[in-house]
């Protein structure tokens, strides 16, 4: 790829886009086959690529939360070709019927899900998106551009390439997957204007990246946000359940964003919950950042700034707030929420349905870790990003998240009077 601007490659996956929304569901499967078999043979390869990374990186102190995003190594690159197979598994969605009737004049009319053509995706430090988002653009016909940023440099330049391989032995035009992170940020800027060649943008990265893409695009963006994430313990909440769920939610990866960053504790609930919950937090390294009650009842608190509760720490930090009521905790959670992922712990019904009901994030959960916010676990393969805007798509983004539609009419020789 030595094309000298990025708008040349644009083009070139716009043509492209022409090619695999004609290919068969039977085409796609192979092809992502390929994908992964490729993936599996090259993981020394990428692996090296990514040590690279990850030595600049450090030295560079991006810090550790970036870090843990930006590695590869044997078991994760696994988990990639994994992740392709099980996309290339889902059930293709181009051609599915979306709806339709027949007009009064026999006029049959059908809605079908269609792709969208190109994709763009800015992300950063991130490679497994480079295979996530390419694999689930080929699995719903359309091609991609990724500016996967500076820190995954050497990573996307091999997992690109391998890919684009891939492809050409499978008898596919390899400028269906494009990069345009040799371009830095003339890159990006060409995806954010790149009207007429862009269908759909999507962001992953940081809050700043991606209010960015979404203030400077000519084209339409999916936003993906930031995941202030919530637990809320009521008075009825078990307390092993209380313990696992919060630990899990925020120690098992605490630098992705569905990581629980605020625990509000219902005031009943408080004197039981607290020291166990924070207890087993401390124990795994995690910083408690406390309001008074939550000081009172635990040592070691760092006194909670207003800061804290809008904070998304990405790290292996946490907020803990009593709150009176659970009107105050659904009050909390409106003010501060980036309208993520929120989930109560408790065993009453009706304060379970009103959570349900009430709270407007992406995603809304009863007695279960945040954690579970993730295209993969929750059956799409992989996902494009975890959608916090409430147009066309929300929540983690599958394959159906990528396609638009169009309506066909079959008629008979009718016409309007």
């Known amino acids: 790829m030595t094309d000298q601007t990025p708008q040349v490659r644009l083009e070139r996956a716009k043509e492209a886009s022409r090619a695999t929304a004609a290919l068969t569901s039977d085409d796609k499967v192979r092809v992502l086959e390929a994908i992964a078999v490729a993936l599996e043979a090259e993981a020394p390869r990428i692996i090296a690529a990514n040590d690279r990374d990850i030595a600049r ?17 044997e078991k994760r690159v696994s988990d990639l070709a994994a992740a392709v197979r099980q996309i290339a598994a889902l059930p293709d ?34 490679p497994n998106v480079t295979v996530d988002i390419a694999a689930l653009a080929l699995r719903s016909g359309n091609a991609v551009v990724l500016r996967g940023g500076s820190a995954a440099r050497d990573s996307n330049t091999v997992l690109v390439q391998v890919m684009r391989d891939a492809l050409e032995g499978g008898g596919v035009t390899a400028e269906a997957i494009q990069t345009v992170d040799d371009f830095g940020r003339d890159g990006a800027k060409a995806l954010m204007h790149g009207r007429g060649f862009i269908d759909v943008l999507v962001p992953r990265g940081s809050a700043g990246l991606i209010e960015t893409v979404v203030t400077e695009s000519t084209v339409p963006v999916i936003e993906t946000g930031a995941g202030n994430v919530h637990i809320v313990l009521d008075e009825t909440a078990p307390a092993d359940w209380a313990r696992d769920i919060v630990v899990n939610a925020k120690v098992q990866r605490p630098s992705v964003c569905n990581a629980v960053e605020t625990v509000l504790v219902l005031r009943q609930a408080a004197p039981s919950l607290i020291p166990l919950v924070a207890s087993a937090l401390q124990s795994e390294g995690v910083a408690i950042h406390g309001d008074d009650m939550v000081a009172g009842l635990v040592t070691g608190v760092i006194p909670a700034t207003e800061e804290d509760w809008a904070t998304e720490y990405l790290s292996l930090d946490i907020a803990m707030k009593v709150v009176d009521s659970l009107d105050d905790a659904l009050d909390h959670i409106r003010r501060y929420s980036t309208g993520h992922t929120e989930s109560i712990i408790t065993t009453d019904s009706r304060n379970a349905e009103r959570f ?34 409430k147009l066309h798509a929300r929540g983690p983004m599958g394959l159906s998240e990528l396609t638009s539609t169009k309506w066909l009419a079959r008629g008979s020789g009718q016409t309007r009077g």
Not at 365 to 387: C, K, L, P
Request: charged share 20%.
């Open 57 to 73: 990186g450090r030295e560079e102190g991006i810090g550790e939360s970036l870090i843990d995003r930006l590695r590869l190594d």
């Open 93 to 126: 969605p181009v051609g599915q019927v979306v709806g339709g009737h027949r007009m009064p004049n026999g006029v049959a009319l059908q809605q079908i899900r269609v792709p969208f053509g190109v994709v763009g995706a800015i992300y950063e430090a991130r």
């Open 356 to 389: 349900l009901a009430e709270v407007d994030s992406a995603v809304v959960m009863v007695n279960t870790s945040t954690r579970f916010t993730d295209g993969g676990e929750f059956g799409f393969g992989a996902e494009v990003g975890i959608s916090t805007q």
